[in-house]
């Protein structure tokens, strides 16, 4: 995990932000953001925040994790579509993963990721969190 510090830097904005590209021919709003539209090829885009709401569309859960993260499992992941339609994944916290279920309302909050390194780089991002907590 060498260059997970320098390419987080480079997402920050993206990840505390939670901002995409909506692409003004197609309307279309990707995350993380792009530059160009891939089914267009638009270029003509602005910066957008994405909402903090969604709905479950999909989930899996982890048994057997990577090290770095081993003492969380088993832990959810999965992919909402928000409010506006943007899909986006990340991990869910504060809920038991029984509790997770296909179709449950799903908040965004920024959380600590991992801690990285000797020296204790601590790295922040979204995750998902259920919207009755």
Aim: glycine content about 8%.
């Amino acid at each position: 995990m060498t260059m997970f510090s320098s390419r987080a830097w480079r997402e920050y904005p993206q990840r505390y932000r939670l901002e995409a590209s909506k692409f003004k021919k197609s309307g279309k709003t990707y995350f993380p953001p792009r530059k160009v539209d891939p089914e267009t090829g638009d270029t003509e885009r602005e910066i957008v925040r994405l909402p903090d709401t969604g709905k479950l569309l999909t989930f899996t859960v982890i048994r057997i994790a990577p090290s770095q993260w081993g003492d969380l499992a088993p832990y959810a992941i999965g992919i909402a579509e928000l409010t506006d339609g943007t899909r986006i994944m990340a991990q869910f916290t504060d809920c038991d993963v029984e509790e997770v279920k296909i179709g449950m309302d799903v908040r965004i909050e920024f959380r600590r990721v991992q801690e990285e390194g000797h020296h204790g780089v601590i790295s922040y991002g979204y995750k998902f969190v259920p919207k009755w907590y």
